[in-house]
């Protein structure tokens, strides 16, 4: 069993910026692929950004060139690096990770809030 935890969200400004981190824990496979989902109220999860063990990336279209996805494999953690944030951004945000095609295990949630 995974065990995910995120931590680094909170309320800010559009324009301003925020860094959530994801620590991994417990029978870890290798490689694996970790990631950034999110949900707003009302909507479905949606991909935000992914990252495999040899750091190859995937962002959606929305957050290309102001979210930057990383990751740390001795620290076993996933970090995200969002700038220039949008009212359009405030969602519950998810860590995970999977194996192949599949994203096996998911963090709590963290909340992100951007005022206007």
């Known amino acids: 069993q995974v065990q995910l935890a995120e931590s680094g969200g909170g309320l800010v400004q559009a324009g301003g910026s925020l860094r959530l981190a994801c620590a991994a824990s417990g029978s870890i496979f290798w490689p694996n692929t970790m990631g950034w989902y999110r949900q707003a109220p009302g909507k479905q999860r949606e991909l935000v950004a992914t990252i495999s063990v040899s750091r190859a990336t995937n962002y959606a279209d929305s957050v290309k060139g102001r979210f930057t996805i990383s990751r740390d494999n001795a620290k076993k953690e996933v970090y995200l690096q969002m700038n220039t944030l949008k009212p359009e951004d405030t969602a519950a945000y998810y860590c995970?990770?999977?194996?192949?095609?599949?994203?096996?295990?998911w963090g709590q949630g963290i909340q992100v809030t951007v005022s206007s």
């Open positions: 995970a990770l999977g194996y192949r095609t599949s994203m096996n295990y």
